[in-house]
């Protein structure tokens, strides 16, 4: 099946809900064992079915497996947040006194979780500040875990170099993990360019309309856990399964069925079954709404490049942008509609004069939104940590939504105008 239909039907069994058309909620806890053997076989993980909605949920599932096949992976685990996807992505393979390696341009909810909490664990980030891979290859050595990269920084707005990144990560026996929140699999499939596992923040594009915190970790089956001897969680038996070891009980599923199995049963993050419903009817007109949100953005995109109080606009899209190359290589149908532009005026007069766009911090909303760093997310920062950051006093980060294009343009136009007032 192609990506619509898999949007729109994929993984339906209209028999096993009661013919209903759309998917059901199921808000039950638990689930109910045939006999005594049955529970027990759940239990060891020896048979496959549900136990407790912690672990796993009928309308969560639908939502699961939709997203593994659009992202082209042999499974998903659904999560509350993107935060805890990413969360427990890394404590899957990862433990105190192993490092990660990132850049320090990503998203800064993921930053702080890296920087702050994951140091505390005893687990080291190391942030790379440019965008060559050499000095990617120089910083891994024997505790380097993973390589962890955005598709389309947030809100940075530069695209990673998918495939340089994973040869890397392979060369060296670790996998590559991609967050690709911004294009969404419509635009890019990471797992494609050689992405071991990707994550998603499903409160953005995914479930489309600002109402579902949600996340998702995708296992795109192709890393081998037990090629080295740097994943013995995959390879040592797991006592909490009655010496289950992942890697040779569950193949190239092992990193998606221990998420489960091992960390959400422990950490509890799971997503309500609501969220879940939410997101499959987002995911239902996900491909409808990014072909609208790239069309809109770019629109803008070009109009701003052009006008004489816009000191600078980050779009990849955009042929000027230092990424076009990139973009047009991973980003097969439009750059999303995440975009960074300086206005020449006063930056708290132009976000209050804006009619239009909701000042807010969210993004892949079906509104447009717009964010102030300096002004809100990033105020505490000095001048030069800003430009570090990638944040000027101008900056402003904005995520385009499906309104008319000239409704858009006006809306922005008369905030510049007021601005300079
Ligand atoms: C929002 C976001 C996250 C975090 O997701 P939540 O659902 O807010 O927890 C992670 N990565 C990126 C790129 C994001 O935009």
């Known amino acids: 099946m192609k990506f619509e239909t898999i949007a729109t039907q994929g993984f339906l069994d209209l028999a096993k809900q009661n013919k209903a058309v759309s998917t059901p909620i199921y808000a039950n806890t638990a689930y109910s064992f045939d006999s005594v053997e049955y529970a027990v076989g759940l239990f060891d993980l020896k048979i496959a079915g549900d136990i407790y909605s912690r672990l796993s949920n009928p309308t969560n599932d639908i939502l699961e497996k939709r997203i593994a096949a659009l992202e082209g992976g042999v499974g998903a685990l659904s999560t509350s947040a993107g935060q805890s996807a990413v969360l427990i992505t890394m404590l899957n393979f990862a433990q105190a006194g192993d490092e990660i390696i990132t850049s320090d341009k990503i998203y800064g909810g993921t930053y702080n979780l890296f920087a702050k909490t994951f140091k505390q664990m005893g687990i080291?980030?190391?942030?790379?500040?440019?965008?060559?891979?050499?000095?990617?290859e120089k910083a891994i050595n024997e505790k380097t875990k993973c390589i962890y990269t955005e598709t389309i920084g947030n809100p940075s707005i530069l695209v990673a170099d998918i495939e340089g990144l994973a040869k890397i990560a392979h060369k060296h026996g670790i996998p590559l993990v991609v967050d690709n929140t911004v294009p969404t699999p419509y635009l890019c499939r990471p797992i494609e360019y050689g992405a071991d596992i990707v994550v998603h923040s499903t409160t953005k594009y995914l479930s489309?309309?600002?109402?579902?915190?949600?996340?998702?970790?995708?296992?795109?089956?192709?890393?081998?856990?037990?090629?080295?001897?740097?994943?013995?969680?995959?390879?040592?038996?797991?006592?909490?399964?009655?010496?289950?070891?992942?890697?040779?009980?569950?193949?190239?599923?092992?990193?998606?069925?221990?998420?489960?199995?091992?960390?959400?049963r422990d950490l509890g993050c799971c997503q309500s079954p609501f969220n879940a419903y939410l997101t499959i009817l987002g995911l239902e007109t996900l491909h409808v709404r990014m072909e609208r949100h790239c069309e809109n953005a770019l629109k803008l995109a070009q109009y701003l490049e052009k006008h004489p109080h816009i000191n600078f606009v980050k779009y990849p899209?955009?042929?000027?942008?230092?990424?076009?190359?990139?973009?047009?290589?991973?980003?097969?149908?439009?750059?999303?509609?995440?975009?960074?532009?300086?206005?020449?005026?006063?930056?708290?007069?132009?976000?209050?004069?804006?009619k239009l766009f909701i000042?807010?911090?969210?993004?892949?909303?079906?509104?447009?939104?717009?964010?102030?760093?300096?002004?809100t997310t990033h105020r505490q920062l000095s001048d030069e940590q800003k430009i570090k950051a990638g944040i000027t006093n101008d900056y402003m980060r904005a995520s385009i939504g499906l309104e008319n294009i000239d409704d858009i343009i006006e809306d922005i136009e008369n905030a510049i105008k007021a601005s300079r007032a």
């Open 359 to 375: 000042h807010a911090t969210n993004l892949g909303d079906v509104r447009s939104i717009i964010t102030y760093p300096a002004g």
């Open 317 to 354: 899209y955009l042929k000027s942008s230092k990424d076009y190359e990139k973009a047009k290589k991973y980003l097969t149908h439009g750059a999303s509609s995440l975009m960074g532009f300086g206005v020449d005026g006063d930056g708290t007069k132009f976000i209050e004069s804006l």
């Open 124 to 136: 080291n980030v190391v942030f790379i500040t440019t965008d060559n891979l050499e000095d990617y």
């Open 208 to 264: 489309g309309h600002g109402n579902a915190m949600g996340g998702v970790i995708v296992d795109s089956g192709n890393f081998d856990w037990s090629q080295n001897d740097k994943f013995k969680m995959f390879t040592t038996p797991d006592e909490s399964y009655h010496g289950i070891v992942y890697a040779k009980e569950f193949g190239n599923a092992a990193f998606i069925v221990k998420s489960r199995t091992h960390l959400i």
